[in-house]
């Protein structure tokens, strides 16, 4: 059994405010990683707690580049809270209203629901009051977490979250497209990109100020079960190669894998897990796969094919 890593981080803050006022104000000093903390460990099955106590690397995203502004302009942080926590995780513009992100970004264990929490659009210096920067609310309500969900081998692991008010798009703001209805290409062999905020190398203990990215390929399932076994991945899943080091890590949870086709930028993957040993080992990164929930996502949103 290989171990595994949700890709997000706990930090604590301050009361969030709506968009249009002031910003909330992260104390970024207290930001751990979720593996620090007990919750973590108590909704994983026996077989892997003995990893907790295991010599492992800081978690990080790798070997990426800098994204300029706007590069990215579907990439969302999403401030889930969960009482005095707040779980940062990525996430991607689905539309006006809504955001897509994974099931265990919102999810406190099994059954709990945030309590509500606060989505970052338009960022590339998560520490600046930047003018590209769009804050709004989102409720539990408006917190939607597929049905099938399950914590203890993340099948299913998506979520939708509907926004207080709808987002304004910009230049730094905008949509991601999504497969067709009927797409049901694997995607193996093509170039797929990650991006997120997570921490950036071995020796460097801080999360990334700005957004970061990198790309890598796309692997089969039948390569990515020959590394992770068929129990964590399955055809609701699509993988990305580790090769070079290259891999979404911590921080990174909920936000989009993306391919390019004709100049279109396409999201296929929402970020799900990696490996607990670390992200330059060469292990797989594991997504939820788009095509499998293109029914779901659509039946529990507004988004409608371009």
Same mark, same amino acid.
């Given at each position: 059994?290989?171990?595994?890593?949700?890709?997000?981080?706990?930090?604590?803050?301050?009361?969030?405010?709506?968009?249009?006022?002031? @910003?909330?104000?992260?104390?970024?000093?207290?930001?751990?990683?979720?593996?620090?903390? &007990?919750?973590?460990?108590?909704?994983?099955?026996?077989?892997?707690? *003995?990893?907790?106590?295991?010599?492992?690397?800081?978690?990080?995203?790798?070997?990426?580049?800098?994204?300029?502004?706007?590069?990215?302009?579907?990439?969302?942080?999403?401030?889930?809270?969960?009482?005095?926590?707040?779980?940062? =995780? #990525?996430?991607?513009?689905?539309?006006?209203?809504?955001?897509?992100?994974?099931?265990?970004?919102?999810?406190?264990?099994?059954?709990?629901?945030?309590?509500? #929490?606060?989505?970052?659009?338009?960022?590339?210096?998560?520490?600046?009051?930047?003018?590209?920067?769009?804050?709004?609310?989102?409720?539990? #309500?408006?917190?939607?977490?597929?049905?099938?969900?399950?914590?203890?081998?993340?099948? +299913?692991?998506?979520?939708?979250?509907?926004?207080?008010?709808?987002?304004? +798009?910009?230049?730094?703001?905008?949509?991601?497209?999504?497969?067709?209805?009927?797409?049901?290409?694997? @995607?193996? /062999?093509?170039?797929?990109?990650?991006?997120?905020?997570?921490?950036?190398?071995?020796?460097?203990?801080?999360?990334?100020? *700005?957004?970061?990215?990198?790309?890598?390929?796309?692997?089969?399932?039948?390569?990515? !079960?020959?590394?992770?076994?068929?129990?964590?991945?399955?055809?609701?899943?699509? =993988?990305?190669?580790?090769?070079?080091?290259?891999?979404?890590?911590?921080?990174?949870? /909920?936000?989009?894998?993306?391919?390019?086709?004709? #100049?279109?930028?396409?999201? !296929?993957?929402?970020?799900?897990?990696?490996?607990?040993?670390? =992200?330059?080992? /060469?292990?797989?990164? *594991?997504?939820?796969?788009?095509? @499998? @929930?293109?029914?779901? !996502?659509?039946?529990?949103? &507004?988004? *409608?094919?371009?």
């Amino acid at each position: 059994m290989k171990q595994f890593v949700l890709l997000l981080l706990l930090v604590t803050v301050l009361p969030a405010v709506v968009y249009g006022a002031s @910003f909330p104000k992260i104390d970024w000093s207290r930001v751990k990683p979720v593996e620090d903390l &007990d919750h973590y460990w108590a909704r994983l099955p026996p077989e892997l707690q *003995v990893y907790r106590n295991a010599s492992r690397p800081e978690a990080r995203i790798t070997n990426g580049l800098e994204a300029q502004p706007g590069q990215f302009p579907y990439q969302a942080i999403v401030m889930s809270e969960f009482g005095i926590l707040t779980v940062m =995780c #990525g996430g991607s513009v689905l539309t006006a209203n809504f955001i897509l992100t994974a099931a265990h970004c919102v999810m406190f264990d099994q059954v709990n629901k945030a309590g509500g #929490g606060t989505a970052i659009l338009g960022a590339h210096n998560r520490l600046e009051v930047e003018p590209s920067q769009q804050h709004i609310r989102f409720n539990n #309500g408006g917190i939607v977490v597929h049905p099938l969900y399950t914590v203890s081998n993340y099948r +299913f692991d998506v979520a939708v979250v509907r926004l207080n008010t709808a987002l304004r +798009f910009t230049v730094y703001v905008q949509p991601v497209r999504l497969p067709g209805l009927m797409d049901q290409r694997q @995607f193996d /062999g093509q170039i797929g990109t990650i991006s997120g905020f997570g921490r950036t190398s071995d020796t460097n203990a801080a999360f990334a100020t *700005v957004l970061h990215y990198t790309v890598n390929t796309i692997l089969s399932n039948s390569a990515c !079960i020959s590394r992770w076994g068929a129990l964590l991945v399955e055809p609701q899943n699509v =993988c990305l190669s580790g090769d070079g080091g290259r891999s979404a890590c911590t921080g990174d949870s /909920g936000g989009p894998l993306t391919i390019e086709e004709s #100049g279109v930028t396409v999201q !296929i993957g929402v970020t799900s897990f990696g490996s607990a040993d670390g =992200c330059t080992r /060469g292990m797989p990164s *594991v997504y939820a796969r788009i095509t @499998f @929930f293109m029914d779901w !996502i659509r039946a529990n949103s &507004d988004y *409608v094919d371009s």
